[in-house]
Protein backbone atom coordinates (compact mmCIF):
# COMPACT_ATOMS: atom_id res chain seq x y z
CA UNK A 1 0.00 0.00 0.00
CA UNK A 2 1.60 3.25 -1.00
CA UNK A 3 1.61 5.67 1.46
CA UNK A 4 1.42 9.53 0.29
CA UNK A 5 4.19 12.02 2.00
CA UNK A 6 1.77 14.60 1.85
CA UNK A 7 -2.02 15.13 2.37
CA UNK A 8 -3.49 16.01 -0.92
CA UNK A 9 -4.89 19.62 0.53
CA UNK A 10 -1.16 20.78 1.24
CA UNK A 11 0.89 21.32 -1.82
CA UNK A 12 5.35 20.82 -1.93
CA UNK A 13 5.75 24.49 -1.71
CA UNK A 14 3.63 25.18 1.22
CA UNK A 15 4.87 22.32 3.26
CA UNK A 16 8.68 23.18 2.29
CA UNK A 17 8.13 26.80 3.73
CA UNK A 18 6.41 25.42 6.70
CA UNK A 19 9.52 22.81 7.59
CA UNK A 20 11.39 26.50 7.37
CA UNK A 21 9.31 28.14 9.44
CA UNK A 22 9.53 25.23 11.84
CA UNK A 23 13.16 25.38 11.87
CA UNK A 24 12.66 29.11 12.93
CA UNK A 25 10.56 29.13 15.43
CA UNK A 26 11.61 26.08 17.07
CA UNK A 27 14.90 28.37 17.26
CA UNK A 28 12.69 31.42 18.87
CA UNK A 29 11.35 29.49 21.45
CA UNK A 30 14.45 27.44 22.61
CA UNK A 31 16.60 30.68 22.71
CA UNK A 32 13.77 33.48 24.05
CA UNK A 33 11.57 30.98 26.04
CA UNK A 34 8.56 30.96 24.33
CA UNK A 35 6.31 32.27 21.04
CA UNK A 36 7.51 30.04 18.43
CA UNK A 37 4.70 27.75 18.87
CA UNK A 38 2.01 30.30 18.35
CA UNK A 39 3.92 31.76 15.30
CA UNK A 40 3.92 28.35 14.47
CA UNK A 41 0.07 28.09 14.55
CA UNK A 42 -0.35 31.42 12.83
CA UNK A 43 1.70 30.45 10.35
CA UNK A 44 -0.22 27.03 9.40
CA UNK A 45 -3.76 28.24 9.87
CA UNK A 46 -3.11 30.33 6.58
CA UNK A 47 -2.60 27.45 4.47
CA UNK A 48 -3.78 24.02 6.24
CA UNK A 49 -7.61 22.99 6.51
CA UNK A 50 -9.03 24.12 9.38
CA UNK A 51 -9.80 21.04 10.92
CA UNK A 52 -6.27 19.82 10.57
CA UNK A 53 -4.91 22.71 12.22
CA UNK A 54 -4.91 22.08 16.23
CA UNK A 55 -4.45 18.37 15.67
CA UNK A 56 -1.22 18.38 13.68
CA UNK A 57 -0.32 21.33 15.27
CA UNK A 58 -0.15 19.51 18.61
CA UNK A 59 1.60 16.73 17.35
CA UNK A 60 4.49 18.83 16.11
CA UNK A 61 4.56 20.96 19.37
CA UNK A 62 5.08 17.44 20.88
CA UNK A 63 7.63 16.12 19.17
CA UNK A 64 9.37 19.81 19.26
CA UNK A 65 9.15 20.35 23.21
CA UNK A 66 9.92 16.95 23.66
CA UNK A 67 13.26 17.34 21.74
CA UNK A 68 13.83 20.55 23.88
CA UNK A 69 13.13 18.64 26.78
CA UNK A 70 15.44 15.84 25.89
CA UNK A 71 18.64 18.49 25.52
CA UNK A 72 17.97 20.19 28.56
CA UNK A 73 16.69 17.28 30.51
CA UNK A 74 19.58 18.09 33.61
CA UNK A 75 18.07 21.41 33.84
CA UNK A 76 14.14 20.77 34.33
CA UNK A 77 12.67 21.14 37.69
CA UNK A 78 11.03 17.63 37.94
CA UNK A 79 9.36 18.37 41.45
CA UNK A 80 7.32 20.93 39.34
CA UNK A 81 6.46 18.41 36.67
CA UNK A 82 5.80 15.72 38.93
CA UNK A 83 2.89 18.16 40.02
CA UNK A 84 1.91 19.29 36.76
CA UNK A 85 1.45 15.84 35.06
CA UNK A 86 -1.14 14.96 37.18
CA UNK A 87 -3.04 18.01 35.97
CA UNK A 88 -2.66 17.32 32.10
CA UNK A 89 -4.40 14.47 32.86
CA UNK A 90 -7.46 16.08 34.72
CA UNK A 91 -7.65 18.89 32.31
CA UNK A 92 -7.53 16.38 28.88
CA UNK A 93 -9.68 13.99 30.24
CA UNK A 94 -12.08 16.56 31.24
CA UNK A 95 -11.88 18.21 27.76
CA UNK A 96 -12.04 14.93 26.30
CA UNK A 97 -15.20 14.68 27.87
CA UNK A 98 -16.78 17.46 26.96
CA UNK A 99 -15.66 18.45 23.52
CA UNK A 100 -17.49 21.80 23.75
CA UNK A 101 -16.95 24.87 21.30
CA UNK A 102 -15.24 27.85 23.32
CA UNK A 103 -15.95 30.92 21.94
CA UNK A 104 -13.09 32.71 20.28
CA UNK A 105 -13.18 36.14 22.17
CA UNK A 106 -13.52 34.57 25.49
CA UNK A 107 -10.44 32.22 25.56
CA UNK A 108 -8.52 34.46 23.71
CA UNK A 109 -9.01 37.45 26.21
CA UNK A 110 -9.06 35.12 29.35
CA UNK A 111 -5.13 34.00 28.52
CA UNK A 112 -4.20 37.38 26.82
CA UNK A 113 -5.34 38.96 30.69
CA UNK A 114 -3.70 36.38 32.41
CA UNK A 115 -0.41 36.36 30.64
CA UNK A 116 0.19 40.42 30.78
CA UNK A 117 -1.11 39.97 34.54
CA UNK A 118 1.59 37.66 35.46
CA UNK A 119 4.52 39.48 33.65
CA UNK A 120 3.69 42.97 34.56
CA UNK A 121 1.33 42.85 37.63
CA UNK A 122 2.59 42.08 41.63
CA UNK A 123 4.21 39.04 41.90
CA UNK A 124 1.72 36.10 43.20
CA UNK A 125 1.90 34.83 46.73
CA UNK A 126 4.63 32.03 47.03
CA UNK A 127 1.15 29.44 47.96
CA UNK A 128 0.28 30.13 44.08
CA UNK A 129 3.05 28.19 43.19
CA UNK A 130 2.75 25.36 45.55
CA UNK A 131 1.72 21.81 44.66
CA UNK A 132 -2.00 23.03 44.55
CA UNK A 133 -1.31 26.14 42.18
CA UNK A 134 0.38 24.15 40.15
CA UNK A 135 -2.04 21.47 39.18
CA UNK A 136 -4.95 23.85 38.94
CA UNK A 137 -3.16 25.71 36.34
CA UNK A 138 -1.83 22.63 34.26
CA UNK A 139 -5.38 21.18 34.50
CA UNK A 140 -6.90 24.90 33.12
CA UNK A 141 -4.65 25.16 30.20
CA UNK A 142 -4.75 21.17 29.18
CA UNK A 143 -8.11 21.49 29.35
CA UNK A 144 -8.32 24.65 26.97
CA UNK A 145 -5.04 23.24 24.71
CA UNK A 146 -7.53 20.77 23.41
CA UNK A 147 -9.68 23.74 21.43
CA UNK A 148 -7.76 26.50 21.15
CA UNK A 149 -3.99 24.66 20.93
CA UNK A 150 -2.65 28.30 21.99
CA UNK A 151 -1.78 28.07 25.77
CA UNK A 152 1.63 28.27 25.44
CA UNK A 153 2.00 31.70 26.38
CA UNK A 154 0.02 31.16 29.85
CA UNK A 155 2.29 28.08 31.08
CA UNK A 156 5.25 29.93 29.81
CA UNK A 157 4.10 33.24 31.85
CA UNK A 158 3.67 31.33 34.98
CA UNK A 159 6.77 29.09 35.20
CA UNK A 160 8.40 32.33 34.16
CA UNK A 161 7.45 33.66 37.85
CA UNK A 162 8.62 30.29 39.25
CA UNK A 163 12.61 30.41 37.85
CA UNK A 164 14.87 32.98 37.05
CA UNK A 165 17.54 30.81 35.72
CA UNK A 166 16.98 31.17 31.90
CA UNK A 167 18.24 27.36 31.46
CA UNK A 168 15.71 25.70 34.18
CA UNK A 169 12.99 28.02 32.67
CA UNK A 170 13.27 26.58 28.97
CA UNK A 171 13.57 23.04 30.11
CA UNK A 172 10.66 23.13 32.43
CA UNK A 173 8.59 24.76 30.31
CA UNK A 174 9.53 22.61 26.68
CA UNK A 175 8.51 19.39 29.46
CA UNK A 176 5.55 20.66 30.87
CA UNK A 177 3.90 21.30 26.94
CA UNK A 178 5.31 18.07 25.94
CA UNK A 179 2.71 16.40 29.00
CA UNK A 180 0.07 18.90 27.91
CA UNK A 181 0.63 17.99 24.07
CA UNK A 182 0.79 14.27 24.35
CA UNK A 183 -2.63 13.84 24.97
CA UNK A 184 -3.87 15.11 22.00
CA UNK A 185 -3.22 11.84 19.73
CA UNK A 186 -5.25 10.09 21.74
CA UNK A 187 -8.50 12.64 22.02
CA UNK A 188 -8.70 13.79 18.02
CA UNK A 189 -8.01 9.44 17.20
CA UNK A 190 -11.04 8.92 19.34
CA UNK A 191 -12.55 12.24 17.41
CA UNK A 192 -12.14 10.75 14.30
CA UNK A 193 -8.75 13.08 12.64
CA UNK A 194 -7.06 10.80 10.43
CA UNK A 195 -3.44 11.31 11.72
CA UNK A 196 -2.08 8.45 9.32
CA UNK A 197 -2.54 11.01 6.31
CA UNK A 198 -0.20 13.65 7.83
CA UNK A 199 2.43 11.55 9.89
CA UNK A 200 5.25 12.06 7.10
CA UNK A 201 4.82 15.77 7.19
CA UNK A 202 4.49 15.60 11.41
CA UNK A 203 7.59 13.87 11.16
CA UNK A 204 9.40 16.46 8.43
CA UNK A 205 7.94 19.23 10.97
CA UNK A 206 9.31 17.34 14.54
CA UNK A 207 12.74 16.96 12.53
CA UNK A 208 13.11 20.44 11.46
CA UNK A 209 11.93 21.24 14.95
CA UNK A 210 14.92 19.48 16.36
CA UNK A 211 17.40 21.38 14.84
CA UNK A 212 15.89 24.47 15.11
CA UNK A 213 15.84 23.69 19.02
CA UNK A 214 19.87 22.81 18.80
CA UNK A 215 20.57 26.37 17.28
CA UNK A 216 18.75 28.24 19.26
CA UNK A 217 20.15 26.73 22.67
CA UNK A 218 23.36 27.51 21.99
CA UNK A 219 21.72 31.27 21.06
CA UNK A 220 20.62 30.79 24.99
CA UNK A 221 24.41 30.46 26.28
CA UNK A 222 25.12 33.78 24.91
CA UNK A 223 22.14 35.49 26.75
CA UNK A 224 22.38 36.59 30.25
CA UNK A 225 19.33 36.06 32.52
CA UNK A 226 18.47 39.60 32.93
CA UNK A 227 18.32 40.02 29.35
CA UNK A 228 16.49 36.84 29.14
CA UNK A 229 14.15 37.41 31.47
CA UNK A 230 13.67 41.00 29.52
CA UNK A 231 13.48 39.41 26.20
CA UNK A 232 10.70 36.75 27.15
CA UNK A 233 8.47 39.55 28.90
CA UNK A 234 8.47 41.62 25.52
CA UNK A 235 7.46 38.04 23.63
CA UNK A 236 4.61 37.17 26.04
CA UNK A 237 3.22 40.56 25.80
CA UNK A 238 3.29 40.70 22.17
CA UNK A 239 1.55 37.56 21.84
CA UNK A 240 -1.13 38.80 24.26
CA UNK A 241 -1.53 41.89 22.23
CA UNK A 242 -2.17 39.55 19.62
CA UNK A 243 -4.73 37.51 21.32
CA UNK A 244 -6.42 41.02 22.44
CA UNK A 245 -6.54 41.97 19.02
CA UNK A 246 -7.64 38.68 18.10
CA UNK A 247 -10.32 38.86 20.77
CA UNK A 248 -11.54 42.27 19.51
CA UNK A 249 -12.16 40.99 16.10
CA UNK A 250 -14.25 38.00 17.18
CA UNK A 251 -16.79 39.83 19.06
CA UNK A 252 -16.79 42.82 16.73
CA UNK A 253 -15.35 45.58 19.03
CA UNK A 254 -13.45 46.69 15.80
Known amino acids: MEIALLPDSLSLPVAAFLLACS ?78 DLPASAWQLTIALFVLFLCWGPALPKA ?41 TVATFATAMTLQHAPKALVFTVAGFVFPDWLPFILAMIASGFAGTWLGLHVLKSLSNRWFHQAFNLILTALAARLLWQAGQSSGWW
Open 23 to 100: VLTSMITASLGAGGGVLLLVLMANWMPPAAIIPVHGMIQLGSNGGRALLTRKQVDWKVIGTFAPGVLVGAALGAWLLV
Open 128 to 168: SFGNTGIFLASGLTSFVSLFVGATGPLVAAFIKQIHRDRFT
